[in-house]
């Protein structure tokens, strides 16, 4: 039982250029999420999602975008990285009961 | 939409004092959560609440929400060093867990 699981750990982009985070979970949740965490600062929701097939929108969609094929997986994708999108990235999923969090994927937008 | 506000947003405290965080949301509160980070690492979940009143413990840290949902408070009793890093309060909106947002954090210090 992994849990929840993040790719990449780390990566470094060229303003302009696209990549897509990957998140799964193996604990069968209905509820995931995309956060980004900016230094010094809490965690702001971007898209989240209910169950398979489904996405809504956060606190801060912007220039970035979601999709939910598969109910263990839920990934964000940036069209064209700025580089105000550097920041640590955060999935989770949702019992109701806690919130279980990746590890995080460090995002650099030179 | 729902904003949790934190505060303090960064504390300093010598080991072995108590201290407590707040946590204030705009809206009723359909759960409360209370996570810890050390710096630069993942999110350590602590306890969740959810009734009007509850209180639970986490061996030396309280938290508490208060009768109308609305605030939650964290009391860390004879802090240590191992209780330094970023505190955050996530909570769901009234209806349900979809949507689950964050407050600000607050940044805890001990200093031996």
């Known amino acids: 039982n992994a849990g929840v699981t993040q790719t990449p750990k780390f990566r470094v982009l060229k303003t302009g250029q696209s990549m897509t985070l990957l998140c799964a979970q193996d604990?069968?949740?209905?509820?995931m999420y995309w956060y980004r965490q900016d230094p010094g600062m809490g965690l702001r929701l971007i898209h989240y999602?209910?169950?398979?097939?489904?996405?809504a929108k956060g606190e801060v969609p912007d220039g970035y975008n979601v999709s939910r094929l598969k109910k263990q997986n839920f990934l964000l994708g940036l069209e064209s990285a700025a580089p105000s999108q550097t920041s640590v990235y955060f999935c989770?999923?949702?019992?109701?009961?806690?919130?279980?969090f990746g590890a995080g994927t460090r995002l650099s937008v030179l | 939409s729902q904003e949790l506000e934190q505060s303090p947003q960064s504390l300093i405290v010598q080991e072995g004092k108590n201290l407590t965080i707040n946590c204030t949301s705009s809206?009723?509160?359909?759960?409360l959560y209370w996570y810890k980070q050390k710096y630069g690492e993942g999110l350590i979940f602590l306890m969740m609440?959810?009734?009007?009143?509850e209180e639970k413990s986490h061996e030396k840290i309280t938290a508490k929400l208060d009768e109308k949902k609305q605030q939650s408070s964290l009391h860390i009793t004879a802090s240590q060093p191992s209780h330094a890093g970023i505190y955050l309060c996530?909570?769901?909106?009234?209806?349900?867990?979809?949507?689950?947002?964050f407050g600000t954090g607050t940044k805890l210090q001990v200093i031996p």
């Open positions: 996530g909570a769901a909106a009234s209806g349900g867990y979809q949507k689950v947002t």
């Open positions: 604990m069968n949740h209905e509820y």
């Open positions: 609440l959810q009734k009007g009143g």
């Open positions: 999602s209910v169950g398979e097939g489904t996405t």
């Open positions: 989770a999923s949702n019992t109701g009961t806690r919130q279980y």
């Open positions: 809206k009723t509160l359909y759960g």
